[in-house]
């Protein structure tokens, strides 16, 4: 059962790792839409979307707790918007309307409370992130096992998301947010 969900991958300052979560997630069957964002109104493009943005959206950016780190290129074109090099989250909260998506918070940092915050009070219904360092490879590898038991074998995204943290060291700090803030895991 291989599912007929709309998947987007941002290419934010991570190309390498866009590509290569485009190909772990094409490997599992399913359809992918790159967008690269220089800038943050390219940003602001896909999650502005609404009811037209993918069904799953794949950040491939870092993060920290100041925000969203942007290319040096875009702090000279857009200072209404980015602080000290990075687009805060609070700023992205007031963009963000992405009723009923599901967000994979792809590069380190990306699992901080307020990028997850910013995702949830802008309509996401979940949010996935790894508050630390984590590194490229654990990021394929949590992607691989979420998309393949939930998109392909049927499984809730809870249970994907454990089986997916349970796979590797690293990928256990990913998280998984709601409304309420992050959730518990269901069991394998």
């Known amino acids: 059962m291989i ?5 987007g991958i941002v290419e934010l300052g991570r190309p390498t790792l866009a ?6 997630v094409e490997e599992a069957g ?16 896909v999650l502005e979307a609404g009811p037209t943005a993918p069904d ?15 290319p040096r290129a875009a702090t000279e ?7 000290h090099g990075r687009l805060p989250f609070s700023t992205m909260r007031e963009k963000v309307f992405l009723p009923h998506k599901v967000v994979v918070g792809a ?40 998309f393949t038991q939930h998109l392909v074998r049927g ?12 796979a590797d060291p690293v990928t256990a700090q990913f998280r998984m947010y709601g409304p309420t803030g992050a959730l518990p895991l269901g069991p394998l």
Request: proline residues 5%; charged residues 15%.
């Open 30 to 45: 399913l359809a992918v839409s790159l967008y690269k964002a220089l800038v943050p109104t390219d940003l602001f493009g």
């Open 3 to 7: 599912s007929s969900a709309r998947i």
């Open 107 to 146: 590069g380190p940092g990306l699992g901080h409370p307020d990028a997850a915050r910013a995702f949830v009070d802008g309509g996401a219904a979940l949010y996935f992130g790894a508050p630390g360092d984590v590194d490229g490879a654990a990021v394929l590898i949590f992607l691989s096992v979420f």
């Open 19 to 24: 590509t290569a979560a485009r190909a772990v």
């Open 155 to 166: 499984a809730t995204m809870d249970k994907a998301c454990a089986k997916a943290v349970a």
């Open 77 to 83: 074109f857009d200072l209404e918007n980015i602080r």
């Open 56 to 70: 799953y959206l794949i950040i491939c950016a870092d993060a920290d707790p100041a925000g969203i780190v942007f």
